[in-house]
């Protein structure tokens, strides 16, 4: 009612149909959308290295100290391989020496997509 008072029908009010008091008036046009950074958010190889070497907050000899994640794995290899995992002292053996992985120590990664 109070409407039709101004002289402002509403009834072209709907889907897609402003009121015509909150429309853009001439001249004027919406802010622009900002552009989507393209990255590889997909690619899973890029996720794993930039997982890889976020740094991070651990205890080493007793002392709060950032590492690396990659540093961190590295680290519990050797702790590992010195209590006595032969897998890992296997391993860390032939990384050391400069040799390639044996095929029965190789790690397959499968990644499912979503």
């Known amino acids: 009612m109070a409407n039709e008072k101004q002289g402002v029908r509403r009834t072209d009010v709907g889907y897609k149909r402003p009121p015509v008091e909150t429309r853009f008036k001439k001249g004027q046009a919406p802010p622009p959308r900002k552009k989507k950074h393209r990255s590889k958010q997909n690619d899973p190889t890029q996720t794993f ?6 740094p991070r907050r651990a205890r080493i000899n007793g002392k709060a100290r ?8 590295v680290r519990t ?3 590992e391989a010195e209590k006595g995992s032969p897998v890992l002292q296997r ?3 032939q990384l050391l020496l400069g040799k ?3 095929e029965e ?3 397959e990664i499968h990644f499912c997509p979503e």
């Open 49 to 54: 290295w930039e997982v890889l070497q976020e």
């Open 66 to 73: 950032w590492a690396t994640t990659s540093e961190l794995i």
């Open 77 to 79: 290899a050797f702790i």
């Open 91 to 93: 391993l860390l053996n």
């Open 100 to 102: 390639g992985i044996p």
């Open 105 to 107: 120590d190789r790690i």
